[in-house]
């Protein structure tokens, strides 16, 4: 079974393994999460990663960060070097993408990265439907401000 790794900005690591246990409370013993403070370096953050990957124990490590490019994406590229076993690092964590990764976390890791960008993805959707702004609305056939104007 793939372990999983959240590491975000704080706190919202801590804030996506609380939302995983709603669901996914068992699988849970295998999530880890690292919640990156304001003003922490780069080291510290890399070192904090590589603790937390040691504690979910040997194995192949799924990181889910949350932005590409930030603090916390580069420390969990950095400790991803760094171990032994398999490692990838995904950016983007969002709920669904956290609840289907521990759905399938007994594929293997290559497959797991492809069905927590799919998760991901397909969680994002827009469902509602948007206002109409600064638009003239057509009255209707049968509105009665249409009727005054025919009289």
């Known amino acids: 079974m793939v372990s999983v ?3 975000a900005h704080a706190p919202l ?11 996914y409370a068992e699988r849970c013993r295998s999530v880890g999460c690292v919640d990156v403070e304001p003003g922490t370096t780069i080291e510290a953050a890399t070192e904090n990663i590589s ?3 040691a504690a979910l124990g040997p194995g192949p490590v799924l990181i889910l960060v949350d932005a590409f490019g930030a603090t916390p994406c580069n420390a969990a590229l950095q400790a991803a070097q760094g171990h032994a076993a398999q490692a990838r690092v995904v950016a983007g964590v969002n709920v669904p993408m956290l609840w289907r990764t521990l759905c399938y976390a007994d594929v293997a890791i290559e497959d797991l990265v492809t069905r927590a960008i799919a998760g991901a993805t397909h969680g994002v959707m827009q469902v509602s439907i948007p206002r109409r702004q600064n638009q003239p609305v057509p009255p209707l056939p ?7 104007h025919q009289q």
């Open 142 to 148: 049968n509105d009665q401000a249409a009727h005054q």
């Open 13 to 23: 690591a801590s804030a996506l393994r609380m939302a995983a246990e709603h669901v």
């Open 51 to 53: 603790a937390a990957m």
């Open 5 to 7: 790794l959240i590491v």
